[in-house]
């Protein structure tokens, strides 16, 4: 198994522009989950999914985030447009729904200049 | 909504010592425990998980945390380190009803050769 799998593994980026960060689940997973890590506020999560069907996007900042998961084995955070607090490491997770552990992917390192 | 909190933010110390990284979490009811480790630009990993059971779990590396229901706690431990354990270690909790994960700030483990 390939594990989760996430693109870019890194992005620069100038403020105003659109970011779109992508992750592939392991094929079989029920959940998806977009976290984010930064020094201040440590691991975060933004949303999840079940089903390709957004259960809890409480964690998401503001409007100028948005993730959507158009089938099993894809799903994508934008923003727009990026600022430069929005700098951190984006990590997606999935798990099956008789698992309790989630599985990370290798995250995505954005940088908004 | 449950919390979770880790005693030390940065633990210093040399190799063959012996660690033990303090977890607390606040939750009254029924949680699944977890260690994970994110070596330095790694992705997490999960080290080791309780879900009921015996309270002490052993998990890959060397690695084995006990579960204290009446402390409230989850301490990972282990009896002699190596410079390859230095990384970050964070504690998660989730309540066993729900499927998000929260997360303690992490501890970073410098391990001197």
């Known amino acids: 198994d390939a594990g989760v799998i996430q693109s870019p593994r890194h992005e620069v980026t100038e403020m105003g522009q659109e970011v779109t960060l992508r992750c592939k689940p392991i094929?079989?997973?029920?959940?998806l989950f977009w976290y984010r890590q930064t020094m201040m506020r440590g691991l975060e999560l933004l949303i999840y999914f079940n089903n390709n069907v957004p259960i809890d996007d409480s964690g998401m900042p503001e409007d100028r985030f948005s993730a959507k998961m158009p089938n099993a084995s894809f799903s994508t955070l934008k923003i727009q447009p990026s600022e430069p607090r929005d700098s951190a490491v984006y990590f997606c997770?999935?798990?099956?729904?008789?698992?309790?552990?989630?599985?990370f992917g290798p995250g995505t390192r954005l940088t908004v200049t | 909504a449950q919390s979770v909190s880790q005693h030390n933010h940065h633990v210093i110390l040399s190799e063959a010592a012996s660690l033990e990284l303090g977890c607390n979490y606040s939750y009254g009811g029924t949680v699944n425990l977890f260690w994970y480790v994110q070596y330095p630009g790694q992705h997490l990993q999960l080290l080791l998980k309780y879900f009921s059971g015996d309270p002490l779990v052993k998990g890959i590396k060397g690695f084995e945390a006990e579960f204290i229901k009446s402390k409230f706690s989850f301490n990972l431990r282990k009896p002699s380190v190596q410079w390859s354990d230095t990384a970050e270690y964070f504690c998660?909790?989730?309540?066993?009803?729900?499927?998000?994960?929260?997360f303690g700030a992490g501890t970073t483990v410098t391990v001197r050769a």
């Open positions: 094929s079989g997973h029920d959940y």
């Open positions: 997770a999935s798990r099956r729904d008789s698992v309790y552990e989630q599985y």
């Open positions: 998660a909790v989730n309540a066993r009803e729900d499927y998000k994960l929260s």
